[in-house]
Antibody, heavy 121, light 109 residues
Framework: EVQLVESGGGLVQPGRSLRLSCAAS????????MHWVRQAPGKGLEWVSS????????GYADSVKGRFSISRDNAKNSLYLQMNSLRAEDTALYYC??????????????WGQGTLVTVSS | EIVLTQSPGTLSLSPGERATLSCRAS???????LAWYQQKPGQAPRLLIY???SRATGIPDRFSGSGSGTDFTLTISRLEPEDFAVYYC??????????FGPGTKVDIK
């Protein structure tokens, strides 16, 4: 069974940094693209970033480009999101999602339960 | 950037009725890289349809997807009580790789 468990969320002041992690199990992690998707309270889904199977291709939403960095460690079955220069509008539940294939043009096949990031002074 | 528009915003129906949800893209979605997700309150989204018309594993056959180019439809043939939720379409075939529609809420009439 595919399991994705996000961690690292919390309350952080504007301008500070946070690093999210996603621990994956139940599948061959290194064979699949991975995604981060966020959902602000009471709002819809917003794609944040994607990474292909070998970290050769990464993409970011314009709203986080230059501030967020996605990475993965296939040996540790883990996905990361380094979030710098955080803003109030980054407040959201952040979901880790498994792609359906190795390439980053990949549907979000399985989702974790999310980790909440709150940016506030 | 491909912008997705979903209609209606809210669909009020009774169990047993047919639901038809629309997703329109501002540009053609390449290779029908269009997916549909269901999200219930307090839960993560669940993949229903990918490639515009292929059901994900374990999804009942009352859910079906159709369309191509810029116009896509999710149909729920007979609503079950557990189908009342918010539905999002998503395109994953263009740069940026992924964009979502604003969602359609299907609630009980």
């Amino acid at each position: 069974e595919v399991q994705l468990v996000e961690s690292g969320g919390g309350l952080v002041q504007p301008g500070r940094s946070l690093r999210l992690s996603c621990a994956a199990s139940g599948f061959t992690f290194g064979d699949y693209a991975m995604h981060w998707v966020r959902q602000a309270p009471g709002k819809g889904l917003e794609w944040v970033s994607s990474i292909n199977w070998n970290s050769g291709n990464m993409g970011y939403a314009d709203s986080v480009k230059g501030r967020f960095s996605i990475s993965r460690d296939n040996a540790k079955n883990s996905l990361y999101l380094q979030m710098n220069s955080l803003r109030a509008e980054d407040t959201a539940l952040y979901y880790c999602a498994k792609g359906a294939s190795s390439g980053w043009f990949s549907v979000c096949q399985h989702w974790g339960q999310g980790t909440l990031v709150t940016v506030s002074s | 950037e491909i912008v997705l528009t979903q209609s209606p915003g809210t669909l009020s129906l009774s169990p047993g009725e047919r639901a038809t949800l629309s997703c329109r893209a501002s540009q053609s979605v390449s290779s029908s890289y269009l997916a549909w997700y269901q999200q219930k309150p307090g839960q993560a989204p669940r993949l229903l349809i990918y490639g515009a018309s292929s059901r994900a594993t374990g999804i009942p056959d009352r859910f079906s997807g159709s369309g191509s180019g810029t116009d896509f439809t999710l149909t729920i043939s007979r609503l079950e009580p557990e189908d009342f939720a918010v539905y999002y379409c998503q395109q994953y075939g263009s740069s940026p790789p992924v964009t979502f529609g604003p969602g359609t809420k299907v609630d009980i009439k």
